[in-house]
């Protein structure tokens, strides 16, 4: 016992996502994932559902006793909108992180360089100039949020890289705020000329899955692949950059390299999460500093975390806002902000960890 | 051989001349302490020697143009302690130090049991053992001042810069903290470069003096020659003894007439 506790103080080892935080995110996800499966507005008994999902397993053949029409719902509807939400939530859950990481800024969200700005200027005019009503085969309106998102990010990157942002980062935050109000000022002219679509537009904004289909699981999964991964593997560096750029340049890595590749890999994820889900605040700042103050503060935890507490958070709070007023649904931006503001208010009273 | 040396080197930020056409060598080994008054450009001398700003004029270590080396390729060669570090909220002091670990590590890559030895062996002699769990923001200015040393040491470098790594500790702290350098510097060989404020404990512990005023070299050479008391009168616009106590060489400051009356 007593050598025990004397390694324990002495050894070092560096910090990691320890088993019992790995299990309590792999558990969330797992929850939610079951919850939103199993409840709905079509009344299917949950063994049913339970039994037809056993039998698409390899190997294994059952009879759920499901009608077609029942086993639709659940192939159709409730898993590729189960699965959306869970690719929604951890990629803007891990790209917050890893933006608060690169700015060593705690109030940086994902829509912090321009992003949301810019995809709200796209859907608008994807929706007014009537090609995006949703009906056609092919739908202009994510294609545009995402090319609008990442056009705002690359216009606050070459605008703050202009005017000083080898000096300080602050630069770019500040090249956001001027980009970012910008567009929103272009986006708002056109939505008043054109009061008719209002509607449309201002339900994109709220954000929603419920249009979710596999076709939307297909556009957003590179993304968030690719940008999880490079983030992912830039934990350790992310950790480094908490020094400061000074300090990072002279234990050996590049500040600014580093900065772009991550906001490149976060603004692409960002703007696929945006392009299928419309603008849902909240889960890119809450979700990170939540998982920072209970688990520890290092990326090597607060990254992988953030994404299964970011994917679990998601799938729950879309059930909130799918049940709660059946068979209207309420905006799922409304519900993230309703729930996560004062759970993130009781976290943050009941715990002495700094934020950062 | 020397280990770093500058030639003509000059920093002009808009119409200041921060650094003006000033060219220095440093020995393997030796302790070099660069003093002067406030602005006379010790830090930009510093951060220019460690390559960490650029500058007209050429900057070398072991003969290589510091310019060409990779940040990597420098990290492996120079260490450097700003005056102020960051300290990142919630950072515990194991992780910390092995952030000194980086450039030895390969792209993306994290720690193995070699780093961890390493640094253990830096906590064991830096006095850290059992601070390895505390968190940063926990610990005293004197506590703290060795963390950011031991990142350094844990870098494993030949040479170490710091700045004013000892001005905002007490005295008996800045002994303990001036003797652990002098110490580590024997055990591993390592060449000190510092800026400081305090003449009489510069004077003690290094081994050349670099007196710098107005972004020029005015003196430079062993502490009993540098510290002289009429150009260091005139530099500081102060008033200064400077005495001859044993070994020591011993700047005093002199109180005013009218405060005597």
Not at chain 1, 275 to 298: C, E, N
Request: hydrophobic content about 50%; some cysteine.
């Amino acid at each position: 016992m007593v050598l025990g506790a004397h390694s324990r103080s002495t050894a070092v080892v560096s910090e990691k996502l320890r088993a019992p935080w790995l299990l309590s995110g792999l558990l969330a996800v797992a929850c939610a994932t079951a919850a939103s499966l199993l409840i709905g507005p079509a009344d299917i008994e949950i063994s049913a559902v339970l039994l037809e999902l056993t039998d698409r397993l390899p190997l294994i053949d059952v009879n759920s006793g499901l009608s077609p029409i029942h086993a639709n719902i659940i192939w159709e509807v409730r898993l590729p909108r189960v699965v959306l939400g869970a690719l929604v939530g951890a990629t803007l859950a891990i790209s917050g992180a890893s933006y608060q990481a690169v700015f060593r800024n705690p109030l940086a969200d994902p829509y912090l360089l321009g992003a949301a700005a810019g995809a709200g200027l796209g859907a608008t005019i994807a929706i007014v100039t009537g090609s995006g009503d949703g009906m056609g085969t092919f739908d202009t309106v994510p294609l545009l949020a995402f090319v609008g998102s990442l056009a705002a990010v690359a216009l606050t990157y070459f605008l703050g890289y202009s005017s000083g942002v080898r000096r300080s980062p602050a630069a770019l935050l500040l090249a956001g705020v001027a980009v970012a109000s910008f567009l929103t000022a272009i986006q708002t002219f056109i939505q008043q000329r054109n009061v008719e679509t209002i509607r449309q537009v201002y339900t994109w904004i709220l954000g929603r899955l419920n249009t979710a289909s596999w076709g939307e699981v297909s556009l957003l999964a590179p993304y968030a692949l690719l940008a999880s991964l490079v983030i992912l593997l830039h934990r350790r560096t992310l950790d480094v950059m908490r020094l400061g750029d000074a300090e990072a340049s002279s234990v050996g890595i590049r500040p600014q390299l580093v900065r772009l590749i991550v906001i490149i890999a976060a603004s692409l994820g960002t703007a696929a999460a945006v392009a299928v889900s419309g603008l849902i605040a909240f889960v890119g700042l809450i979700v990170p500093h939540t998982v920072r103050l209970l688990a520890g503060s290092s990326n090597r935890i607060v990254l992988p975390l953030s994404m299964m507490f970011g994917a679990a958070f998601l799938m729950f709070v879309d059930l909130v806002g799918r049940t709660i007023a059946s068979p209207t649904e309420i905006p799922i931006g409304v519900i993230t902000a309703f729930c996560g503001a004062p759970f993130f208010v009781v976290v943050l009273r009941s715990n002495r960890r700094s934020l950062g | 051989m020397r280990v770093c040396e500058i030639e003509n080197v000059s920093v002009r930020a808009g119409r200041a001349t921060l650094l003006d056409d000033v060219s220095i060598g440093v020995s393997a080994g030796e302790w070099v302490t660069i003093v002067g008054p406030n602005g006379a450009g010790k830090t930009t001398l510093l951060s220019v020697m460690a390559g960490l700003m650029s500058s007209a004029g050429t900057v070398s270590i072991y003969g290589h143009n510091l310019a060409d080396l990779s940040p990597r390729q420098r990290a492996r060669q120079l260490a450097y302690v700003p005056q102020q570090p960051e300290v990142p909220p919630g950072m515990t002091v194991n992780s910390y130090v092995l952030l000194g670990r980086t450039p030895h590590l390969p792209l993306l890559g994290v720690e193995g049991p070699r780093d961890f030895g390493i640094v253990e062996d830096v906590l064991d002699g830096l006095d850290l053992v059992g601070f390895g769990y505390r968190n940063l923001e926990s610990l005293s200015g004197g506590e703290l001042q060795r963390c950011h040393l031991a990142r350094a040491i844990a870098q494993a470098t030949p040479i170490v810069f710091m700045d004013e790594p000892v001005t905002s500790l007490d005295l008996g702290h800045q002994q303990q903290a001036l003797d652990l350098i002098e110490r580590l510097r024997q055990e591993r060989q390592i060449t000190v470069i510092m800026t400081m404020h305090d003449l009489t404990l510069a004077a003690q512990y290094s081994d050349r003096i670099i007196l710098l005023s107005g972004g020029q070299v005015v003196a430079e050479g062993a502490p009993a020659q540098v510290l002289e008391s009429s150009h260091l009168s005139t530099l500081y616009a102060a008033r200064v003894k400077v005495l001859k106590v044993g070994e020591d060489v011993v700047v005093v400051p002199i109180s005013s007439q009218k405060r005597r009356q």
